[in-house]
């Protein structure tokens, strides 16, 4: 199944196309993680993935970043009404520099907070409240092997167009772990915000042995870039992997579709 097929069955019967992406990711990391595991969890706003991946890995650590004050302590109050203590939390935006920088903050749709302002959706039938803020930024890079001491299975980034510069900031992670990454990113419109070419994008997953593919399980191909409608969220995969990981992925796929009454239109 294509994103294109995936619209359209989607677009017909009404069904929420973000709740599937996430359920996907979720369903994901329920299968496929084991107790133990470590986790990083990029833009974590109030705990959506962060309560229930921490649940599965423990005792297993998540590293939580969330630099909105307010999210934070939505998040620091779930974990603790959920009784979660192998949590982490890190009030620091994901970078490729550390150091402080202003931040939009969305003050009434905290969730479209970034370090750059953002096209906000057309859908949002209130006008949007945007403050700039001052947050500390991190390269993951900096982090490993002080403030973070695990080994890192997966990682999850949702940070409204800052993914690819959180993973610029990440090389030696990625190098180092080989984590499966799960990130939302919107590829055209965050290249232009945040100032890189598709070239630069492709490359650096090349050259760091990882393999981008959508949410279906799809290798993205250069024609994707601009195409409309398009998946909005992606994997990237360890390239040495990349067989039993689709597998997986489009096993999850078939899976997730069903219990939302949708039929996977491909095998594969």
């Known amino acids: 199944m294509d994103y294109q097929q995936f619209h359209a069955l989607c677009g017909g019967q009404g069904q929420p196309l973000g709740r599937i992406f996430e359920t996907m990711i979720q ?42 004050p307010a999210s934070r302590e939505s998040l620091i109050n779930r974990l603790a009404e959920d009784g979660i203590d192998n949590v982490t939390v890190h009030p620091l935006a994901l970078a490729d520099f550390s150091g402080p920088s202003s931040f939009s903050y969305v003050v009434n749709a905290a969730g479209y907070s970034g370090l750059k302002p953002r096209a906000y959706p057309q859908t949002i039938e209130v006008a949007l409240n945007v403050e700039t803020i001052e947050v500390m930024c991190t ?9 973070i001491p695990d080994h890192i299975d997966f990682m999850k980034l949702d940070l409204e167009g800052g993914e690819f510069d959180a993973l610029r900031g990440a090389g030696t992670v990625v190098d180092e772990n080989r984590p499966i990454i799960a990130f939302e990113n919107g590829l055209a419109a965050p290249a232009e915000i945040y100032g890189y070419s598709s070239q630069e994008f492709l490359t650096w997953f090349e050259e760091h042995g990882m393999t981008l593919v959508d949410v ?53």
């Open 27 to 68: 369903a994901w990391y329920t299968s496929e993680l084991g107790s133990r595991s470590s986790v990083i969890d990029g833009g974590a706003f109030r705990g959506r993935h962060t309560a229930p991946v921490a649940r599965v890995i423990a005792p297993g650590t998540v590293h939580a970043f969330e630099p909105v």
């Open 139 to 147: 390269r993951l890079d900096d982090l490993i092997g002080t403030a």
């Open 216 to 268: 279906f399980g799809n290798e993205l191909r250069d024609n994707m870039w601009d195409q409309e409608p398009k998946a909005f969220y992606f994997w990237a995969l360890p390239t040495e992997q990349l067989g039993p990981r689709t597998a997986a992925i489009r096993r999850i796929r078939r899976k997730v579709l069903e219990s939302f009454g949708l039929e996977d239109v491909t095998a594969s």
